[in-house]
Structures are given as structure tokens and as C-alpha cells.
């Protein structure tokens, strides 16, 4: 698969992609969107009364998605090899998996998130690290430039 298109790269690309929007969804959708997704009472509230904070850290969430989401279609060859890529893909796999597992240790942080966030995000990162952790083995000697793309 070192020629064509990485199936497992553009699949965490879209999904972080999707991540990205949902996370959009909260700033413009507000609190109701902030629970819904769990993210606790205190940011929906926060977000209802026009407070900077959920909108700041939502937003650098957005941006690191996005950015980790075409890091997936370049190394998926959809788009051009961005710089530091093979670095970039295996950093993106390693947050998304550690996020996955260590959820536990994670959650005292941040208390006002539901056990059901905790469960499907953790749920969905691990799996999402999953595809990135294939796709970036599977185009290893490519990333590496020691093969032929």
C-alpha cells in the first residue's frame, strides 16, 4: 500500500476532522451543545454567560484537530508531505492512544464531566489513535523516505 492512498490515515484524518466540527459546534452552539457533549455544567454555564474561557480552550482544540487532521491526509499522500511529518503522525498517535487508556487518571482534573464523556471520548480516541498508529506503520518506509511513494 506504499503508492496509493492510506485508508487508515484518511479515516483518523476524517475523524479528527469531524472532532474538529463538533468542537466548532460548542462555540457557536453555546452550553446546551457544551453539555451534550459533557464537557460539565461549569463550561456550559461559562459558555451561556459569554465567559472567554470555554471559547478559548475550545478553539485550540479545534486548531490542534485540524491541524492533526491534515496531518493524517498528508501522510495519507491526499494532500502535500507537511513538515515534520513522520514525527508529526507518530506524536498524533501517541496523544490519541494515551488519551484513550489514561482516562482514569485523567478524570479527578476535571470533575464536572460526565462518566459517560469520559467512556465515549476515551472510547473514540483510542480508536481514532488506532487508525492514525496503522496508517503511519503501514507508510512507514515512505514517511522515512526509504521507499519509493
Not at 506504499?2 to 487508515?8: M, V
Not at 474538529?20 to 454567560?49: K, P, S, T, V
Request: with cysteine; net charge positive; charged share 10%.
Amino acid at each position: 500500500m506504499t503508492s496509493g492512498k492510506n485508508k487508515f490515515l484518511i479515516l483518523g484524518a476524517t475523524s479528527s476532522a469531524v472532532a474538529a466540527l463538533a468542537h466548532l459546534g460548542c462555540i457557536i452552539f453555546g452550553g446546551d451543545w457544551y453539555r451534550f457533549f459533557g464537557a460539565g455544567e461549569q463550561m456550559a454555564r461559562m459558555a451561556e454567560n459569554g465567559d472567554w474561557y470555554p471559547t478559548v480552550v475550545t478553539s485550540i482544540i479545534v486548531l490542534v484537530l485540524t491541524l492533526w487532521a491534515l496531518y493524517g491526509l498528508s501522510g495519507a499522500k491526499v494532500i502535500p508531505k507537511l513538515p515534520l511529518l513522520k514525527l508529526g503522525l507518530l506524536v498524533i498517535s501517541f496523544i490519541y492512544l494515551v488519551r484513550g487508556v489514561a482516562f482514569v487518571m485523567i478524570m479527578p482534573m476535571f470533575p464536572e464531566n460526565s462518566l459517560t464523556f469520559w467512556v465515549a471520548s476515551s472510547s473514540i480516541c483510542l480508536g481514532i489513535g488506532v487508525l492514525y498508529s496503522m496508517g503511519t506503520f503501514q507508510n512507514w518506509l515512505t514517511l522515512s523516505g526509504k521507499a519509493n511513494a
